[in-house]
């Protein structure tokens, strides 16, 4: 950065500093504060806050959190790659729930048979519906604790990864156990919701005509 200084006779060493903008220790232009943790850095915004709200306007101070900054562009590159990755899983699910829904009338198709003896036996409609709704609901248990234990599985191979290159101790990935339930829980319903056309194409067949077909 190139300085043009004002030509002048005096041009002594402190003339020199001045046009250059140093500043006295008296009246600092600026002070640089390094918090050892994210707790003090939050002590010291505090103690700014508090004396800006009593201060005059003119003796207000001006700061900026260079950390805070930081994090908040950091949070939000996670948050993007976070929502693309929102986005596809959540074509995967909906893929997967209209794959199980097919599935789950195909099984209502080859089970034409069996549905004609369940209604035959005094099984009602609400019966055989009954019986492929529970069928979805367990199929997606089934693919939830699969994939929660995929995950944990990965989970190991992930944070050796991580500690390998970055060789934080505190840097893992973790998959909490609510967040476990939550997920199997999801599973669960996106299956039930898909069963429930098929189950109910099931409780429709017509007994005589069910037994009928082989």
């Known amino acids: 950065m190139l300085y043009k200084l004002a ?16 500043a006295e220790k008296a009246t600092p232009a600026s002070i640089n504060f390094y918090a050892i943790d994210f707790e003090s850095k939050d002590q010291i915004e505090a103690f ?30 996670i948050n993007a790659i976070t929502y693309v990755l929102i986005a596809f899983v959540a074509i995967s699910l909906v893929v997967s729930s209209i794959m199980i829904g097919i599935i789950t009338y195909i099984s209502v198709l080859e089970r034409t048979k069996e549905i004609g003896i369940l209604r035959a036996i005094g099984a009602s409609k609400r019966d055989v519906s009954r019986v492929f709704n529970a069928e979805t609901l367990i199929v997606g248990f089934v693919a939830g604790m699969i994939g929660i ?10 944070n050796v990864i991580l500690f390998h290159f970055t060789q934080i101790a505190n840097l893992k990935a973790v998959l909490p156990p609510t967040a476990a339930i939550i997920l199997v829980g999801i599973s669960m319903f996106l299956t039930f919701i898909a069963g429930l056309f098929p189950s109910g194409i099931a409780s429709k067949r017509d007994p005589v005509e069910a037994l009928r077909r082989e």
């Open 7 to 22: 030509p002048q006779t005096d041009a002594t060493y402190d003339r020199v500093l001045q046009e250059l903008g140093d």
């Open 48 to 77: 700014i806050k508090a004396y800006n709200e009593q201060a005059k306007e003119e003796d207000r101070l001006q700061y900026t959190d260079v950390i805070g900054l930081m994090m908040s562009s950091v949070t939000i590159i």
């Open 149 to 158: 234990l995929a995950t944990l599985a990965l989970n190991v191979l992930i």
